[in-house]
């Protein structure tokens, strides 16, 4: 699976997304290190507060049915902006390995990369806890 295949997964996860309040689709599909891979929209909630990211939706996918071992995320918001993955999101990333890439992409293909310790330096992580 190549970078743009796991694109149009996350462009195709979108028309899924369930944002009534917002109108604001986003897609995000991830790949785990035997090759599947997991899709998410965002799902809104009347109560505002209980919306979640479709970066989480396809992150819970992948655990949901076993798989931890994630290498990217590909995350897809319109044809004029990169996605970026919001604060929560970043940090539910890096949950999962701080050296997963991070695909930041335009409906178009076009896309950045980054790895998510990157964009979320210094990073919480359970070896404090643990
Ligand atoms: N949203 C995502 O799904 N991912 C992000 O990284 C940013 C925000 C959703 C949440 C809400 O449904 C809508 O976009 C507007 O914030």
Same mark, same amino acid.
């Given at each position: 699976?190549?970078? $743009?295949?796991?694109?149009?997964?996350?462009? $195709?996860? %979108?028309?899924?997304?369930?944002?009534?309040?917002?109108?604001?689709?986003?897609?995000?599909?991830?790949?785990?290190?035997?090759?599947?891979?997991?899709?998410? +929209?965002?799902?809104?909630?009347?109560?505002?507060?209980?919306?979640? +990211?479709?970066?989480?939706?396809?992150?819970?996918?992948?655990? #949901? #049915?076993?798989? %931890? #071992?994630?290498?990217?995320?590909?995350?897809?918001?319109?044809?004029?902006?990169?996605?970026?993955? +919001?604060?929560?999101?970043?940090?539910?990333?890096?949950?999962?390995?701080?050296?997963?890439?991070?695909?930041?992409?335009?409906? $178009?293909?076009?896309?950045?990369?980054?790895?998510?310790?990157?964009? !979320?330096?210094?990073?919480?992580?359970?070896? !404090?806890?643990?």
């Amino acid at each position: 699976m190549n970078i $743009n295949n796991l694109i149009n997964e996350a462009i $195709n996860a %979108r028309e899924n997304a369930y944002a009534p309040y917002s109108k604001f689709k986003v897609g995000a599909a991830v790949i785990t290190q035997n090759d599947n891979v997991y899709t998410g +929209c965002n799902v809104e909630n009347a109560s505002y507060g209980g919306t979640i +990211c479709a970066e989480r939706v396809a992150i819970c996918n992948a655990v #949901s #049915s076993g798989e %931890r #071992s994630i290498k990217a995320i590909a995350i897809v918001y319109d044809e004029n902006n990169f996605a970026v993955p +919001c604060g929560i999101c970043r940090q539910f990333i890096y949950e999962f390995g701080a050296e997963i890439d991070v695909i930041m992409a335009k409906m $178009n293909g076009e896309y950045k990369i980054k790895k998510i310790s990157e964009l !979320l330096p210094d990073g919480f992580n359970g070896d !404090l806890i643990n």
